[in-house]
């Protein structure tokens, strides 16, 4: 049972996901949206705000103007995409605060989120969760 407790223990402490970061953006909280992909995907559509970093370009150079207090919550397309992970993961190298966005851009969507980009949506699909 303990390494079951220690599993979502180390789950909930890389991980968030679309209304955990919906709430601590309303709420002001040190925590940025950060997506990982490339540009033609984000410049289409992406989380309103969100920084844009494409995990092929994280470096030391192209992050040393990112604020280190703050809370990157990298995601991509969705769970078909793995430039969240390779994302967080180059950001926990260079140092900084992350957690990996649950389902991406496709789950911002369907708990009903808006975004931003030429294809953007005021609101997303509004199939809230009910937890």
Known sequence: MEAQMKHYQNKLAFEMDPSDLFEALNQGEKVMPL???RLQGFEIEHIP??????HREMCA??????????????????I?????????LN???????????????????LDGYATEGTKSSPEGLKVQCAC
């Open 35 to 37: 997506d990982a992909r």
């Open 49 to 54: 705000n969100a920084l844009h970093i494409p």
């Open 61 to 78: 150079e192209s992050t040393k103007h990112l604020d280190r207090e703050v809370l990157y919550v990298v995601y991509c397309d969705g």
């Open 80 to 88: 078909g995409c793995n430039a969240s992970t390779k994302g967080a």
């Open 91 to 109: 950001m926990t190298k260079l140092g900084f605060k992350v957690k990996e966005l649950i389902g991406g851009l496709e789950w911002w969507k």
